[in-house]
Structure formats: C-alpha cells, structure tokens
C-alpha cells in the first residue's frame, strides 16, 4: 500500500539552489509532518502541519488539504541541508498516534 | 528537551540468538513505538505500546516480541534472530491522549545479524 508518495527519491543540488520536496497522500489525515534524518540515523521533526503554511528559517512547509499533497522547501541550500527528508502523516483512521511513512527523499547539497 | 535513548548505536549478533534492544525516555510519554527502517521501504511500525504493560501489533510484528514494565522503558526482543531482521531500529514516544501529539525519535541501532 503506497498511501504516502514522496517526489523525487533522489535529488542534488549545489549549494544556494531553491529546493522543493513533494509528498502526496491518499488517506484523510489529521495532521502531516516532515522529519529530517541525517546520515548517522538520528530523526528529528522538522514542521508538523494540518493547513496552510509554517516556516522556520529557511524551510517552509506547505499543505493543501484538498489536493492531499504536502511540499517542503529549503531555500538558499547548504551542504548541512544534506539528509533525508520524510513525509509522515496521521491517518484519520489508524490507531492512535500511528503514522504513515512516506520512503523519504535523499537530498544531497554540493558546495 | 525530549531524549530518546537507545542502548546501542551498532550491534552484531548471531543467527538464532536472542536479542534485546532497549529503549528509554524522559519526558514521561504514554506511547512508546518500535519502527524499523530498510532501504527502499521506510519506515514501518514493529510495536507499539500506548501504556505500561499494553502493546498493540503493528504492520510487521512476526519475529519480535516487547516489553514495557516501566513507563519510561520499551524493550524489543528478537526471540531467534534471522540475517532478514537486519536492519536499522528506531524507537520513539509521545503523549497520550485523543489528539495526535508528535513523536520524539532515538538515534537508531543498526542491528546486523550474522
């Protein structure tokens, strides 16, 4: 089951570029987060949204409800930015507090 | 700040052998969850457990077992450890309650069974 699909599973980019991370969803939710793992494995939250928009220095996250679909942007990249990022949502539905994964977009920023 | 914190960062063991990973938190979170994560998969829910001496089964729960007898304490146990539970693990928690509250992640333990 694919209810959560993230676009693009790779991406690079150099150092400054605007940078657009899409998550789409097939199930009602109650909430969306974006969660960033770095290459030693350790996951923090980065935005955790059920509409509109959040931004927090130079990421923002966006949500359309009625479309089901989520972006994360980072702009002004930076080597540090370097991690994969994931979709996760609350499924209406699922038990409590359980998530749906999306497979994560590994984001690679070149100086 | 919330801490997660997972016994080991990198672990080997044998086929067959019983293995235990540990994991404690500290902000006193009801719910306390075991994932594993494969490349090419994500992430996917083993256990988890929403109180003390509760756990419900998640996608993937054949070949483990856990254990929560103290709030602050998930246990997950591979009772006969097989090479295709190698894998990285993350353990993570939250509140409780009707309302989603976020889940805080441990850093992981790559477990390689040989």
């Known amino acids: 089951k694919n209810e959560v699909e993230q676009s693009p599973q790779n991406l690079t980019a150099q150092e400054g570029e605007f940078i657009t991370i899409n998550c789409s969803y097939s199930?009602?939710?109650?909430?969306l987060h974006w969660l960033q793992q770095h290459p030693g494995g350790g996951i923090v939250s980065l935005f955790m949204?059920?509409?509109g928009k959040k931004k927090h220095g130079r990421l923002i996250a966006t949500i359309n409800i009625q479309e089901k679909h989520s972006s994360l942007h980072i702009t002004a990249s930076h080597p540090r930015d370097s991690a994969v990022y994931i979709c996760?949502?609350?499924?209406?539905?699922?038990?409590?507090?359980?998530?749906?994964f999306g497979k994560g977009t590994k984001l690679s920023v070149k100086p | 700040d919330v801490k997660v914190t997972q016994s080991s960062r990198y672990l080997v063991k044998r086929t067959g052998e019983k293995v235990f990973l540990e994991c404690v938190q500290d902000m006193d979170h009801e719910n306390m969850f075991w994932y594993r994560q494969d490349p090419g998969l994500g992430l996917r829910l083993i256990y988890f457990?929403?109180?003390?001496?509760?756990?419900e089964k998640g996608d993937i729960p054949e070949g483990y077992s856990v254990s929560r007898e103290k709030k602050e304490r998930f246990s997950l146990i591979l009772e006969s450890a097989s090479t295709n539970q190698t894998s990285m693990y993350l353990c993570?928690?939250?509140?409780?309650?009707?309302?989603?509250?976020?889940?805080?992640f441990g850093d992981g333990t790559r477990l390689s069974i040989l």
């Open positions: 993570a928690s939250s509140f409780g309650g009707l309302l989603y509250q976020p889940q805080h």
């Open positions: 949204l059920s509409s």
């Open positions: 996760a949502v609350v499924d209406y539905g699922g038990s409590q507090g359980n998530l749906i």
């Open positions: 457990s929403y109180d003390v001496k509760m756990k």
């Open positions: 199930v009602g939710i109650s909430a």
